[in-house]
Nanobody
Framework: QVQLVESGGGLVQAGDSLRLSCAGS????????IGWFRQAPGKEREFVAT???????YYADSVKGRFTISRDNAKNTVYVQMNSLKPEDTAVYYC??????????????????WGQGTQVTVSS
C-alpha cells in the first residue's frame, strides 16, 4: 500500500512557475513509477508526466519543454517543476503510483494509488 500527498499548488499568473511535490510512504516507494495527471472542470483527467524508478521520464506533448518531472528517492518525493505556465494549465493536479510500469503509462487506469490532488490556477 502506498499513500501519496501532493503539495505546492496555488494561484499564479501566466508565465510564472510552480513546483508541485508528491510525498509517498513505504520502503519500496523508490521503485514505483510515479505519474502526474490533471483534471480541469468538466474535462477528463489527463496525463501530464511520469517517471520510472530508474529516472526515465515521459511527458505529454502539451507540457513538453515547460514541465520537468524528477524524484528524490531518499525523500520519497517526486516533483514536477512547471515553468511558463498558461491559463490552460489550470486544473487539479494528482500524483499516482503504479505497482509496476505499464506501457500505457499515459492512462489513469495504469496507476494503482492516488493522492488527493492540489489545485493549480493560472490567471491570464
Amino acid at each position: 500500500q502506498v499513500q501519496l500527498v501532493e503539495s505546492g499548488g496555488g494561484l499564479v499568473q501566466a508565465g510564472d512557475s510552480l513546483r508541485l511535490s508528491c510525498a509517498g510512504s513505504g520502503r519500496t516507494f523508490s521503485t514505483y513509477p510515479i505519474g502526474w495527471f490533471r483534471q480541469a472542470p468538466g474535462k477528463e483527467r489527463e496525463f501530464v508526466a511520469t517517471i520510472r524508478g530508474s529516472g526515465v521520464a515521459y511527458y505529454a506533448d502539451s507540457v513538453k519543454g515547460r514541465f520537468t518531472i524528477s524524484r528524490d528517492n531518499a525523500k520519497n518525493t517526486v516533483y514536477v517543476q512547471m515553468n511558463s505556465l498558461k491559463p490552460e494549465d489550470t486544473a487539479v493536479y494528482y500524483c499516482a503510483a503504479a505497482a509496476v510500469f505499464r506501457h500505457t503509462y499515459y492512462l489513469a487506469a495504469s496507476y494503482d494509488y492516488w493522492g488527493q490532488g492540489t489545485q493549480v490556477t493560472v490567471s491570464s
